[in-house]
T-cell receptor, first 112, second 114 residues
Framework: AQSVSQHNHHVILSEAASLELGCNYSYGGTVNLFWYVQYPGQHLQLLLKYFSGDPLVKGIKGFEAEFIKSKFSFNLRKPSVQWSDTAEYFCAVNADGNKLVFGAGTILRVKS | GAVVSQHPSWVICKSGTSVKIECRSLDFQATTMFWYRQFPKQSLMLMATSNEGSKATYEQGVEKDKFLINHASLTLSTLTVTSAHPEDSSFYIC??????????FGPGTRLTVT
């Protein structure tokens, strides 16, 4: 069965610090990869996605993620976080064209 | 575009009663809708996949007689929690898909069973 692992459940950063959230998945075939964000009191929003092509994907709000097939990883990065980035971040994998399998989520708190 | 709504956003019901949650795609027609459950401090777990006009496909361990899903139109899917018990208290989230892989998520419904 597919699984998605997010390494940190809670991350606390100061504004302007760099962010990297880890995501690893278990599936040997072709995958589609996603990062979603859930701001407090709001619904899940898509940050970025990887289907094929350039493994470095740029998303909204300055986020990017790199797909490293050999490491089964899709880590999320942002060079300089802002207080408004405080949210919960979910990595998700789709391997069968239908279901999304989510990681446990990482709660990011940015201190102003 | 691609807005999904859920109603109600929050509901409290007594043990033994049934609760219906609606999921609507507001500006697109969704061929497939998904229902997830999110426990506190945990991730989203897929409960079932529903395609318009056909029976829902439930994930292993999800009781189909307890969680009734109806996808009667391309813009509406409903989840009915029958004979609810306190352990059914959770955050229920739907998503909708037009084609391909990308899903658009609703804001969720918080169910509390007393």
């Amino acid at each position: 069965a597919q699984s998605v692992s997010q390494h940190n459940h809670h991350v606390i950063l100061s504004e302007a610090a760099s962010l990297e959230l880890g995501c690893n998945y278990s599936y040997g075939g072709t995958v589609n990869l996603f990062w979603y964000v859930q701001y407090p009191g709001q619904h899940l929003q898509l940050l970025l996605k990887y289907f094929s092509g350039d493994p470095l994907v740029k998303g909204i709000k300055g986020f990017e993620a790199e797909f490293i097939k050999s490491k089964f990883s899709f880590n999320l990065r942002k060079p300089s976080v802002q207080w408004s980035d405080t949210a919960e971040y979910f990595c998700a994998v789709n391997a069968d064209g239908n279901k999304l399998v989510f990681g446990a989520g990482t709660i990011l708190r940015v201190k102003s | 575009g691609a807005v999904v709504s859920q109603h109600p956003s929050w509901v409290i019901c007594k043990s033994g009663t049934s609760v219906k949650i609606e999921c609507r795609s507001l500006d697109f027609q969704a061929t497939t809708m998904f229902w997830y459950r999110q426990f506190p401090k945990q991730s989203l777990m897929l409960m079932a996949t529903s395609n318009e006009g056909s029976k829902a496909t439930y994930e292993q361990g999800v009781e189909k007689d307890k969680f009734l899903i109806n996808h009667a139109s391309l813009t509406l899917s409903t989840l009915t929690v029958t004979s609810a018990h306190p352990e059914d208290s959770s955050f229920y989230i739907c998503s909708a898909r037009v084609a391909g892989v990308e899903q658009y998520f609703g804001p969720g419904t918080r169910l509390t069973v007393t």
